[in-house]
């Protein structure tokens, strides 16, 4: 009997402005237009990580300011309070850490309400199985492939394990959701995290910190297509 496998999404290419020039940011988004297919913002706000970056004024202003999707990620306490604020302004898609949200099912309910994708982000430290059952509620899962906080950390290819989880389960309950790896991600990293079942890559050094950031981008999304296609 046919197996039936769920049909591959395109693969997702989301440069992380924590690598850019906070000063530059429109530049930032304009150097890359037509290479990505989202823009990552990191929302940090010195409480759930150390890390202190931006809030929605700045969303707001990118909004404007591109027409690059926004995939806002958020490492933040009390995302019940904060989330939705980001899908009101406009961000294609709010993802939360479940090690902050007391009730994510809910949250994503009111994320999806006010217009965005819903994601769930897993830190270094948290187990992906607690959160397989409520899969269905989000449209991106985030696996961390670092400790978030900070770009620029080397890549945890040991935290692949959750991403071939996730994909599996997903698959078996033919599940649309995407699965995005963030940490680590460049030219020597990303075909692991594809093969274990990624579809969408965040990397922020080696988009912003290449000479030629829509090329970085490009020769990214070329590895990642090739290691999804072999597998
Ligand atoms: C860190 C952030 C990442 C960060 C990745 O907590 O979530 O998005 O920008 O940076 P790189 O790609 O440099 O590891
Ligand atoms: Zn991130």
């Known amino acids: 009997m046919a197996q039936f496998r769920t049909a591959q999404a ?6 992380s402005l924590l690598a850019a020039d906070f000063a530059r940011l429109a530049e930032a988004a304009d150097s890359v237009e037509g290479a990505v297919d989202w823009l990552h913002v990191d929302v940090m ?21 591109t027409d690059i999707p926004l995939d806002c990620h ?44 819903a994601g769930l982000a897993i830190d270094r430290d ?15 899962l985030l696996i961390m492939t670092i400790k978030a906080g900070f770009g620029g950390q080397a890549f945890m290819p040991e935290l692949l394990d959750k991403v071939r989880t996730a994909r599996a389960h997903a ?8 699965i995005e790896v963030d940490g680590g991600i460049a ?23 290449a000479a030629d950031p ?16 072999s597998g």
């Open 74 to 117: 958020l490492m933040i306490e009390d995302p019940e309070r904060w989330a939705t604020g980001y899908a009101e302004l406009g961000a294609y898609n709010v993802t939360f850490h479940a090690e902050a949200s007391a009730d994510p099912v809910t949250l994503a309910k009111d994320l999806r309400a006010a217009g965005a994708k």
């Open 45 to 65: 706000d010195n409480h759930f990580v150390p890390n202190l970056t931006l809030g929605p004024p700045i969303v707001k202003s990118l909004k404007a300011a």
């Open 187 to 209: 030219d020597d990293t990303i075909a692991a995290a594809a093969e274990a079942g990624a579809d969408a890559f965040v990397a922020g050094t080696a988009i912003y910190g």
């Open 171 to 178: 698959d078996s309950g033919h599940l649309e959701l995407r």
């Open 126 to 140: 948290t187990p992906v199985e607690d959160y397989l059952e409520i899969l269905p509620a989000f449209d991106t």
């Open 10 to 15: 395109d693969t997702v290419i989301a440069p």
């Open 214 to 229: 829509a090329d970085a981008a490009r020769r990214l999304r070329a590895r990642a297509d090739a290691a999804r296609s």
